[in-house]
């Protein structure tokens, strides 16, 4: 049997590790959020998108790291449910309780 | 052949089904059970209807003076409703016990996790019948003795029920462990009521905060000082107790089966 | 004459398709893990609105706590445990393939990651508990300490988790009893991970 030589290069093997891009994803995110907490001027529009920039890594930590992507669709439900109950609670009270 | 009911030498063997079903063991499992629901009935009525320490009548920010002013003024209630709550409270090592039996199947000569169940369940009814007499102590003479002293004393009974949790903590992860680490094809409990178990009993340990904090949701007057570890308990309680009720119920009294599934 | 039932073609299909945790409706780990975990994010999600609720009421006060707080440990806490998350996912998928050095490795890296998030709480709560903070801020640090500190002993829990994990990645040869705990085992990590994550955006990068 004739063995083609597949020589791929790392940066490619790297991208093919399980996980990889939503690592990518999820630093990335995680470094603009850092950077809202500086403020820069943008009030409340800054913690609001910290906000949901969080819960939506979380969503991500939850689809590929605790691979709900293959979880029985309740399951899917109520953790996702979840993400988007308690952000909203959280932007309401923020935005409107004083 | 039918199977004959008789024993004594010369008789077929005693059906071990019958057997099973009026041993002594089977009643005084269930007697035990049954003391988780009892230990609930009688401490609301003891400790929240009439003591009522739960929801606190007392906060950590009352003056001394409040706090002997409400002993004083309700006196009689107080000390019956402790009396009451003590034995509920010494119903909980009772009720533990099934649970004990139960997971005790699972384990061979030297059962490690039934005894550190037992022996955590004993610290902890020590512990909570022990405040309970601190509360008694202040109910004791009130308006006699300086409210300072009162306070004191009512002071010990928050901080010791709540602030030791751990015993109570190490009691429940070491029933949920012997639930989860049991590898024989015997399920004495359903697997997710491990997970709970161990759940429950970190939930307790939000109660450590009453040494810390006097007022807000970490105060003995706060949601998640007194009223978490109290509402996981008492549905773990009542959890537990369904569940081993319905294993006595069902016959598994005895069955042991130690060789790990192939 | 052969004993082995003939080899058909949707035999060798099946044999080479999807493994059971790519299936659809496969729960990860087990259910019972989902009742710890679902109930620990009601509780947590109950606490992160008490906060803000709170923190609505005494907004300035809060605000001023907070940029007392060190976003440099906190930023850094964050990459370190979404690393070793990713880690963990590396090495249950390694121990799937059968890469039993790979797995393990990855599984000590996370416990590292873990471990690093330890000592930086460590020197950012002796910082903040040397230097103290005025009296106004208490209420703000209350929550702080507590709520950090519920994450704090949760991820030590999560450390013992992985170490049993990494422990299941020496055996000879894994069951579907093993893959069930690592996956459950990951699930709980992967927790720890998520709730750090909303507890950076609340306490760190919420503002005015």
């Known amino acids: 049997m004739a063995t083609s030589s597949t020589k791929t290069s790392a940066a490619t093997r790297v991208v093919h590790f399980p996980g990889f891009l939503p690592w990518l994803l999820l630093m990335a995110l995680t470094l603009l959020s850092w950077w809202l907490g500086y403020g820069h001027g943008l009030g409340k529009l800054a913690t609001i998108s910290a906000l949901i920039l969080a819960f939506f890594k979380v969503s991500v930590v939850g689809a590929y790291y605790m691979e709900l992507r293959f979880a029985p669709l309740a399951l899917k439900l109520i953790f996702n449910g979840w993400v988007v109950f308690v952000c909203a609670v959280l932007i309401g009270i923020y935005l409107v309780v004083h | 052949m039918n199977a004959v009911k008789a024993s004594g030498p010369g008789h077929a063997p005693p059906d071990p089904d019958y057997a099973e079903e009026t041993s002594m063991n089977r009643i005084s499992q269930l007697i035990v059970a049954w003391s988780g629901p009892a230990m609930i009935v009688t401490f609301i009525i003891g400790g929240c209807i009439l003591a009522r320490y739960l929801p606190p009548q007392w906060s950590p920010h009352d003056s001394a003076q409040r706090v002997a002013q409400i002993y004083m003024d309700h006196l009689t209630r107080i000390r019956v409703g402790l009396v009451l709550t003590v034995i509920a409270y010494s119903l909980m090592a009772v009720w533990g016990v099934s649970n004990a039996v139960q997971t005790r199947r699972l384990e061979g000569k030297f059962p490690a996790l039934t005894y550190l169940q037992l022996v955590t369940m004993a610290a902890g009814t020590a512990q909570i019948v022990v405040n309970t007499g601190m509360w008694a102590t202040a109910a004791f003479r009130p308006g006699q003795v300086s409210p300072e002293i009162t306070q004191l004393a009512n002071d010990m009974g928050f901080i010791i029920l709540l602030g030791t949790w751990p015993p109570f903590t190490v009691w429940a992860i070491a029933l949920g462990l012997q639930i989860l680490l049991n590898k024989s094809s015997l399920e004495v409990y359903p697997r997710w009521s491990g997970y709970f178990s161990i759940w429950s009993g970190l939930l307790f340990a939000p109660g450590g905060t009453v040494w810390f904090f006097k007022s807000g949701p970490f105060g003995w007057t706060g949601v998640v000082c007194m009223y978490v570890p109290f509402i996981f308990f008492g549905s773990w309680i009542l959890l537990f107790s369904v569940l081993t009720i319905r294993n006595i119920r069902a016959g598994e009294v005895h069955r042991q089966e130690l060789a790990p599934e192939a | ?208």
């Open chain 3, 1 to 208: 004459m052969s004993t082995a039932p003939p080899r058909s073609a949707s035999n060798e299909r099946v044999a080479l398709s999807t493994p059971a945790w790519r299936t659809q409706g496969h729960v990860p780990g087990e259910v019972g893990i989902w009742v710890f975990i679902l109930g620990d994010m009601v509780v947590f999600g109950w606490l992160f609105i008490v906060f803000m609720h709170q923190r609505s009421q005494h907004a300035e006060v809060f605000d001023q706590a907070r940029r007392s707080l060190n976003l440099t440990l906190g930023g850094l806490n964050t990459l370190l445990l979404l690393t070793g998350s990713w880690f963990v996912v590396l090495g249950v998928h390694a121990l799937r393939r059968g890469h039993q050095p790979a797995g393990k490795w990855l599984i000590a890296g996370a416990i590292a990651c873990g471990l690093g998030f330890v000592i930086n709480k460590v020197f950012e709560y002796h910082e903040k508990i040397v230097v103290g903070h005025p009296r106004a801020q208490a209420d703000f640090f209350m929550y702080y300490f507590v709520l950090t500190g519920i994450h704090l002993f949760h991820l030590m829990l999560g450390l013992i988790v992985l170490t049993l994990m990494w422990r299941v990645a020496h055996k000879a040869t894994l069951r579907p009893r093993n893959f069930r705990t690592l996956e459950a085992g990951a699930c709980f990590w992967h927790l720890i991970d998520l709730l750090w994550l909303i507890l950076f955006a609340l306490f760190y990068l919420t503002s005015n």
